[in-house]
């Protein structure tokens, strides 16, 4: 029966090489998009899973620059995939799904005290409702800096419904918000991180450039524009060590090759 003895030493030395290799191989070249919702020491009606509280967001900031990460735009990306900007050596962009007030009144003048840029994505139809973002907030975060992006009008899973109502989600809440006085929408975050094959043809006939999912992994030129992958980053019960986790989970995936699709319910 000592065979099994060599079985298992045999098994522990290839996890040994295979985890020195992941550790060791550089990291991926590639832009890494954070996922964020509430920026809060408040609990949400869930228990706080989205909630990330300021102290900790800043020590997330703090990590990231001092690892050399630059903050990037949506557009920044997508105009360096054209040519027609460079990319910092190591780029990263922060989304902010839902529209919540904090993002205005915690998170913006985080931002702005390191000289960082982030995305939101705004559910239209909650313009305005308590705990969410008001037009005249959304214009002022678009004139100092914020990219504002479309997460539909009613946040609904868009797999749950049909084409043609698809179709509504993603037209509506974009003119609805150039219609009110906001720069072109042209970056969108699917709700629920819910998507299907047809959805990127669809979010490019209706004048989009790129798109967010609930992927996690590091994307280049080559990813699909419409199927961007992001690191999320939900309440950190363990504090940066978690945070640090999750980016190393994402580079490790892409050395892989490996992409969940990864839909919240
Ligand atoms: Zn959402």
Redesign the pocket.
């Known amino acids: 029966m000592h065979y099994v003895k060599y079985v298992l030493g045999a098994l522990c030395f290839a996890l040994m090489v295979f985890l020195s290799w992941l550790a060791l191989t550089p990291a991926p070249q590639g832009v890494l998009v954070l996922e964020y ?1 509430h920026i809060s020491d408040e609990t949400d009606s869930e228990g706080q899973p989205y909630s990330v509280p300021p102290a900790e967001f800043a020590a997330q900031l703090d990590y990231l620059q001092q690892q050399g990460y630059t903050t990037i735009s949506m557009q920044d990306f997508m105009r360096a995939k054209k040519g027609k900007q460079e990319l910092p050596a190591k780029p990263v962009i922060l989304t902010f ?2 529209g919540y007030e904090d993002n205005y009144t915690v998170l913006l003048p985080m931002l702005e005290e390191r000289g960082m840029k982030g995305t939101v ?1 705004m ?1 239209t139809n909650s313009i305005g409702r308590k705990g969410y973002l008001s037009w005249n907030q959304l214009r002022d975060m678009q004139n100092r800096g914020i990219e504002l992006g479309s ?1 539909t009008a009613n ?1 609904q899973p868009l797999t749950t419904l049909d084409r043609e109502k698809q179709a509504e989600e993603m037209k509506l809440s974009k003119l609805l918000m150039e219609w009110n006085g906001l720069k072109t929408i042209f970056t969108f ?1 699917y ?2 991180g819910a998507y299907d094959e047809g959805m990127p043809q669809m979010l490019a006939e209706n004048e989009y450039l790129t798109a967010v999912t609930g992927d996690g992994g590091l994307n280049t030129f080559k990813t699909n524009p419409y199927l961007l992958q992001r690191t999320n980053i939900p309440y950190p019960r363990f504090g940066l060590t978690e945070f640090k986790l999750r980016l190393f989970k994402s580079e490790a995936m892409t050395k892989l090759g490996i992409r969940q699709h990864i839909v919240n319910e």
């Open positions: 919702h799904d839902d994505y559910v997460h946040h975050s709700p629920n």
